[in-house]
């Protein structure tokens, strides 16, 4: 069984860009969340989608966004970047079926380096 | 606001000797646990989690950990560590009923020395 695939591995952009990440799940997983990790601030919560629907939200601004299709798959976008917006943004898949019995598969992660 | 603390940055242990690294949650309502551990270039791993019932919970590689709800605390601890527990270990708490939306610790990094 693949695991959760992250495209793409690595990416540069300058500030004022705007930029778009995806990831594909384990099959079969209908959740999928987004994490921001920074060497100072660690492991953040961006956002859940569970059945395209967005469930659970951080405390991020409005410039990161995120979105799910059917199939599963998710994408998320950051407009207008930051200096500060350079991390390694993870996500992670469940099939998210029960309550609080759930394991998050993690994926490799995409590096975002802002100019 | 719900937040997780993991109070040693670095911890260096010997090969062979045992382990305790230490998390302090802060959450209303019962808590999900969980114990992560990252890798270089294997991604973050599910070690352990706790939902309910017995709050001594076993893991992979041998981990342990055991919530304990009067000092707001799910430590880990392995009896002895191997080379190849050396490492990147992070608490976190879950925010949602599923466990699937986390807030992490800042996370201890893990030395074994021979």
């Known amino acids: 069984k693949a695991g959760v695939t992250q495209t793409p591995r690595y990416l540069i952009k300058t500030r004022g860009q705007q930029v778009t990440l995806s990831c594909s799940p384990i099959s079969g997983h209908r959740s999928v969340s987004w994490y921001q990790q920074t060497p100072g601030q660690g492991l953040q919560f961006l956002f859940e989608y569970f059945s395209e629907t967005q469930r659970n939200k951080g405390n991020f601004p409005g410039r990161f966004s995120g979105r799910q299709f059917s199939n599963s798959r998710s994408e998320m976008n950051v407009s207008t970047l930051e200096l500060g917006d350079s991390a390694l943004y993870l996500c992670?898949?469940?099939?998210?079926?029960?309550?609080?019995?759930?394991?998050?598969?993690f994926g490799s992660g995409t590096q975002l380096s802002v100019l | 606001a719900q937040s997780v603390t993991q109070p040693d940055i670095h911890i260096t242990v010997s090969e062979g000797a045992s382990l305790e690294l230490r998390c302090n949650y802060s959450y209303g309502a019962t808590p999900y646990l969980f114990w992560y551990v990252q890798s270089p270039g294997q991604g973050l791993q599910l070690l352990l989690k706790?939902?309910?019932?017995?709050?001594l919970v076993q893991g992979i590689k041998g981990f342990e950990a055991e919530f304990k709800r009067s000092q707001s605390s799910f430590n880990l601890r392995k009896p002895s560590v191997h080379w190849s527990d050396a490492a990147e270990y992070f608490c976190?708490?879950?925010?949602?009923?599923?466990?699937?939306?986390?807030?992490f610790g800042k996370g201890t990094t893990l030395s074994v020395s021979s």
């Open positions: 992670a898949s469940s099939l998210a079926v029960g309550t609080g019995t759930e394991k998050l598969f």
């Open positions: 976190a708490v879950g925010i949602n009923q599923a466990g699937t939306a986390l807030i």
């Open positions: 706790y939902f309910s019932g017995d709050t």
